[in-house]
Every structure is written in structure tokens, then in C-alpha cells.
């Protein structure tokens, strides 16, 4: 998993990218985690101005899409 591919590697900065009514989605749809984001909270994130460094990685898809790319990208399988 993502845990494991971790301790092989040096810091990586990803950048999970979705819209923000995506993001909204997904903070309401929550329930009984650890997470006191709110759908408020969601939507008054915003991009920095710059991502340079970052790797950008498409959040707006379904999560087992994004976290296999995470982990592909961890253990430099894919690059980014």
C-alpha cells in the first residue's frame, strides 16, 4: 500500500486536485471519521499560486483510482 511504498522514499510532495463542488461532495458524504473538515471548510480551499515542485495528481475520480496512482507514483512505477 501506500504506507509501505512510503518508507522507500524520500519526501513527495502530490497535489490531489478535484473541483470544489467534488470536494464539498465527498466532506458531506462523510461519516464517523476522524475529519472535523466541513463542506465550508472544502470549499474555501484554494489552489497556491504556484504548484511548481508538486506533483498534480486527478482527485476527480473515484478514490481507488487515485489512491492506486498514489501508490504507483510512491514507489516510482509512474512519475509525474
Known sequence: GIARAAERRPLSRLWLQAPADVRA???AGR???ESEATVEVALAQ????S???????D???P???VVDDVARRLSGI???
Not at 46 to 49: G, K, N, R
Not at 51 to 57: A, D, M, P, Q, Y
Open 51 to 57: 504548484l511548481e515542485g508538486w506533483t498534480v495528481i
Open 78 to 80: 509512474a512519475t509525474g
Open 59 to 61: 482527485a476527480n475520480r
Open 31 to 33: 461519516t464517523g471519521d
Open 46 to 49: 484554494s489552489e497556491p499560486s
Open 25 to 27: 461532495a465527498r466532506v
Open 63 to 65: 478514490s481507488d483510482q
